[in-house]
């Protein structure tokens, strides 16, 4: 079986539970400390998706992010491989008018070029080859059109063994993790793309589960917040996000 099923068989099956419970509320799981650069995602998103505008969301998994897009209005055309989180999706979010849904390989994307005003993604650029994603992304996208993403960046040596120790324990595949998100790969978009914005967060976070048991999550979110904003955490940080417009 090939990385990419194995990942599309994990989501088919945590889909396939969660349908069967009928339990549609998937919390993020997130620390209050660790939440700064899901909270600058969706500001950014806020500040650049107008109204009217074609969102596609790629990767969009249990819809973790989704909820967001379509409480703010917005026109949301969400994909993912894994056919059972789709079928997720379209149940969770039936009541929505603006709202699609289908299964699609963010390698190939089914789409006509210049499709979409705005492409965002929440974690999954390490489930496609990164370099066929990002040409498939400026594809669909129009011209002045924005991709927004947040993700992982893995050039921090902590965070890089702590995510081998979990392909070890089997909840990555050894594909994701060597297409996690780096440096090399956010400079290459900076050449694809006409203006590319980088904003850096979390050089601190591999300390927190220390941290934790003498300090309470507001105080540490105020501290990696306060140490991102004076530091210069480019290659230590744990995530990122992006802002490219074609």
């Keep these: 079986m090939t990385d990419k099923n194995i990942e599309k068989k994990r989501y088919d099956d945590r889909a396939i539970k969660l349908i069967e419970a009928n339990n549609f509320e998937v919390p993020l799981g997130l620390h209050s400390y660790m939440m700064e650069p ?3 995602y969706k500001k950014n998103l806020l500040a650049n ?7 596609l969301e790629i990767g969009a998994g249990m819809g973790e992010n989704t909820e967001f897009l379509l409480n703010q209005g917005f026109n949301v055309h969400a994909t993912d491989i894994s056919s059972k989180s789709v079928e997720f999706l379209k149940k969770k979010y039936a009541s929505y008018s603006l709202f699609e849904a289908e299964v699609a390989d963010m390698e190939s994307l089914p789409f006509n070029d210049n499709s979409f005003d705005v ?10 080859d990164n370099s ?6 400026y594809r669909v996208l129009v011209k002045g059109g924005i991709f927004i993403a947040i993700d992982s960046l893995n050039n921090n040596p902590i965070y890089k ?3 081998y120790i979990h392909f070890l324990l089997g ?6 993790l060597q297409r996690m998100p780096t440096i ?9 793309f006409d203006n590319v914005e980088v904003a850096y967060f979390g ?11 003498f300090l309470n999550d507001d105080l540490m979110k105020e501290i990696s917040s306060s140490f991102d904003k004076k530091i210069n955490i480019k290659k230590s940080a744990f995530k990122f996000i992006i802002k490219a417009i074609k």
């Design 161 to 163: 063994l702590n995510r």
């Design 38 to 40: 899901i909270d600058s």
């Design 119 to 128: 492409i965002c993604s929440a974690g999954s650029l390490s489930y496609g």
């Design 132 to 137: 066929i994603v990002m040409n498939e992304i």
């Design 184 to 192: 090399k790969l956010l400079e290459k978009y900076t050449v694809k």
């Design 171 to 176: 909840n990555r595949s050894k594909s994701t």
């Design 49 to 55: 998706v107008f109204n009217g505008a074609r969102v």
């Design 203 to 213: 050089s601190l976070t591999w300390l927190f589960p220390i941290l934790r048991k």
